[in-house]
C-alpha cells in the first residue's frame, strides 16, 4: 500500500512533538510502518498500519495518544478536524482522523475526496 499522506506524516509529527516523553520511542515506531488500510467512512479516516516490535511497547496508560485538532483544507473548503493514536499493547496501529465540521457548522462527505489531498493548514484555535 502507498506511504502516509502529507496529513498522517504532519499529524504524527504533532504528537511527537506534543509527547517528549515518547517522541524518540514512537517516531522510531513509525519511521517503519507499513500501511495496512486506509478506510475513508466519510465523516473521517482510519488508517492502519503495522510496526515492526522490535523494541519495548510505549509505557502510556491509555490505548490512545491525542492528537492535535486543526483546519485541514478539503479543496476550497477548510474543515475542523481531530487525531487520535491507537495503540494496541503499548504498539501504535491507527491513526484516526474526525471531523467537527467546517467553521460554519457544515458536514464535508469525505467519502467524495481523495484523502491524499487533505492538507494541514494550522491548528485549531
Known sequence: MSKFTDLERTVFDA???DRPDVAEQLR???SDARLSERDNTGHGFYTSFDVVKNMPPIDW??????GPN???????ETLLMGFILWLEGGYPNCLEGFQ???PAGADIDLKAVDLTTLR??????
Do not use: D, H
Not at 70 to 76: H, L
Open 15 to 17: 504528537i511527537c512533538a
Open 28 to 30: 522510531n515506531f513509525l
Open 61 to 66: 496508560p491509555e490505548r490512545i495518544l491525542g
Open 70 to 76: 486543526g483546519e485541514i483544507s478539503v479543496g476550497n
Open 100 to 102: 467537527y465540521g467546517t
Open 120 to 125: 494541514w493548514l494550522r491548528p485549531m484555535l
